[in-house]
């Protein structure tokens, strides 16, 4: 994940965090924008929805200005951060799970003109049909994600693409770090098979990309 | 070696966050356990394929999070703000009478807010006369020939109302006697006809029972009799059948009982003549 000029930033915002904590508005509207596409990308990963995700994020954001104060140890940020994000997506899921209603966006996402991946089309200036080929690809990864257990998929969303440590992962799940790398394992376990099942190979993935 | 790494362990050897010591031992491990090797290198492949997913691009929304302080929130707390209200509208009011000239007075108990310049009230003036019109001897001789006045007017009324009456009474008592008598007479006339014609239908209806009466205890009799006398006959009939049937009965005992007498009878003699001496001395050991 590191590499852009903001994973930089993200790394090295201990004292962007302590003016925050010290109530400083403006370091705190920093924070937001640094982070805001990591916990949208997070939550947009373990639902598959844009608004799910949205929402998530801005509860997520609402919260840590509203409880900044108490965190005592600025390095533990990144995990508070997402222990913050994780309770929303689980408090999301189990609303979502009580209503059990399924909406047209759940189920052919991406097809909607007012669909986020519509209006998130970056790099416009690519080719289309790899754009096109990437996105599909993009979606069954997605959807092979989603057939993993709730447990399984914060764990590999964390470790695979937000890059936290396994120390981080435990801190934020509030779980040992053995009981992260059992379920990382087993998460990657099933998603072997499951894109076994999909037919889905290296191959295929170099033919799409 | 019964070395045999758990999931943590590999999962720690794929991130590359095992120690040295901890790699060589897996390394040595997956030299005797290729297949173990394969696995992990399938799940680096899934790694690998997960990488194929890009990242959303999101535009963070303004969230507005400079929260109210203190110090504002006391100003725009309902209470304040009522009490703020009530103090402008009160200077408001306060403005206008400044600026309409405002006059304030308060005098015999008497609070007056006025406009402008104040105009005193005319009153009308009250002339009192001390001296009395009428003493109150004569306003007493005045009450007391109003009342003698209003005394016979009612005693003369009184009088012509109960002549009227007692005329009106005797003229309806006249009237309503006749009336009465007429009635009387009408009323014992039919009376004496319709009571001959109530007797004379009794009589007959009575007649009319008496007959139908004995007819039918007539009928009902004879049936009776006759009824009486079949059963009477059918006693008769099944006493007899009863009787032939207990003869008969008597009779076939009798006859088994003979025929078994004969029986017995026939076997002691047979005895007898078949054993001589030992039924004999059989018959002394009794």
């Given amino acids: 994940m590191a590499g852009t000029l903001l994973d930089i930033a993200m790394m090295h915002s201990d004292a962007l965090i302590t003016r925050a904590r010290e109530g400083d508005k403006n370091a705190q509207g920093k924070l937001v924008q640094l982070w805001y596409k990591r916990i949208y990308n997070f939550s947009y990963k373990f639902f598959f929805d844009h608004d799910l995700a949205m929402e998530v994020s801005q509860k997520t954001f609402i919260s840590m200005h509203r409880n900044l104060e108490g965190l005592h140890e600025v390095t533990r940020f990144r995990s508070w951060l997402y222990t913050i994000a994780v309770n929303y997506c689980r408090e999301e899921l189990r609303k979502r799970k009580a209503n059990r209603s399924v909406s047209l966006h759940d189920l052919r996402p991406g097809e909607s003109e007012e669909s986020f991946a519509w209006e998130a089309s970056s790099g416009r200036g690519e080719n289309p049909e790899r754009q096109l080929r990437q996105s599909e690809l993009s979606d069954l990864l997605h959807q092979c994600l989603m057939e993993l257990s709730d447990e399984q998929r914060e764990v590999v969303i964390m470790k695979e693409y937000e890059g936290l440590k396994f120390r981080e992962i435990a801190e934020a799940l509030q779980i040992s770090e053995n009981t992260v790398k059992s379920r990382m394992y087993y998460g990657l376990d099933g998603l072997k098979k499951i894109l076994e099942r999909k037919n889905i190979t290296k191959e295929t993935i170099g033919y799409e990309l | ?286």
């Fill in chain 2, 1 to 286: 070696m019964n070395y045999k790494p758990d999931e943590s362990t590999l999962i720690s050897y794929l991130y590359g966050e095992l120690d040295a010591k901890e790699t060589a031992k897996l390394q040595e491990y997956f030299l005797q356990h290729p297949e173990e090797l394969g696995k992990l290198q399938q799940l680096t492949e899934v790694r690998n394929a997960l990488k194929a997913t890009e990242d959303q691009e999101v535009i963070a929304p303004p969230i507005f999070m400079d929260g109210p302080s203190q110090a504002s929130r006391f100003w725009q707390s309902g209470y304040v703000k009522t009490i703020l209200s009530i103090a402008a509208s009160f200077l408001l009011l306060l403005v206008a009478a400044r600026l309409m000239g405002p006059e304030i007075s308060y005098s015999k108990g008497e609070l007056r807010i006025s406009f402008k310049e104040a105009t005193p009230i005319e009153q009308p003036a009250v002339q009192y006369d001390p001296k009395p019109a009428l003493t109150s001897h004569e306003v007493q001789d005045m009450i007391n020939t109003s009342l003698i006045k209003n005394n016979e007017l009612i005693a003369t009324e009184w009088e012509i109302n109960n002549k009227k009456m007692q005329t009106s009474l005797q003229n309806n008592l006249a009237s309503n006697s006749a009336k009465i008598d007429e009635l009387m007479k009408v009323a014992s006339q039919a009376s004496q006809d319709q009571v001959r014609t109530f007797v004379a239908g009794l009589q007959q209806d009575n007649l009319q029972l008496m007959k139908d009466y004995m007819a039918l205890s007539t009928k009902d009799q004879q049936v009776y009799v006759e009824n009486l006398l079949v059963d009477f006959s059918k006693y008769l009939q099944e006493q007899r059948k009863q009787d032939l049937m207990l003869f008969q009965t008597r009779m076939s005992s009798i006859e088994k009982n003979t025929d078994q007498f004969k029986l017995e009878t026939e076997q002691i003699l047979a005895s007898i003549i078949a054993n001589p001496g030992n039924t004999f001395k059989k018959v002394n050991n009794y």
